[in-house]
Nanobody, 115 residues
Framework: QVQLVESGGGLVQAGGSLTLSCAAS????????MGWYRQAPGKQRELVAT???????NYADSVKGRFTISRDNAKHTVWLQMNILKSDDTAVYYC?????????WGKGIQVTVSS
């Protein structure tokens, strides 16, 4: 059974940085897309960033230039380096993993940016 373990969230002041990580275990197959979504209170879950096994990345416009996604294919691990954090980045961040043909979600990790 595939399990996702997220870490790295917490409270940070505006302008600060945090790095989220997510490790996938329990799969014998290659991981296609890995990424992060987030959901703020009262809002829908939205894409933050994704990265394919080939290293192609995709970012939400709101985080371009501030966030960087990376992965280690051998370790099935994805990281999200978040810089210049803003109060609008406050949300629960969910790890997302696509292992064909299924999609898996982490439990979510809180990121709070104080102004």
């Amino acid at each position: 059974q595939v399990q996702l373990v997220e870490s790295g969230g917490g409270l940070v002041q505006a302008g600060g940085s945090l790095t989220l990580s997510c490790a996938a275990s329990g799969t014998r197959f290659g991981v296609n897309v890995m990424g992060w979504y987030r959901q703020a209170p009262g809002k829908q879950r939205e894409l933050v960033a994704t990265v394919t096994s080939a290293g192609n990345t995709n970012y939400a416009d709101s985080v371009k230039g501030r966030f960087t996604i990376s992965r280690d294919n051998a370790k099935h691990t994805v990281w999200l380096q978040m810089n210049i954090l803003k109060s609008d980045d406050t949300a629960v961040y969910y790890c997302y993993v696509h292992i064909v043909p299924n999609i898996y979600w982490g439990k979510g990790i809180q990121v709070t940016v104080s102004s």
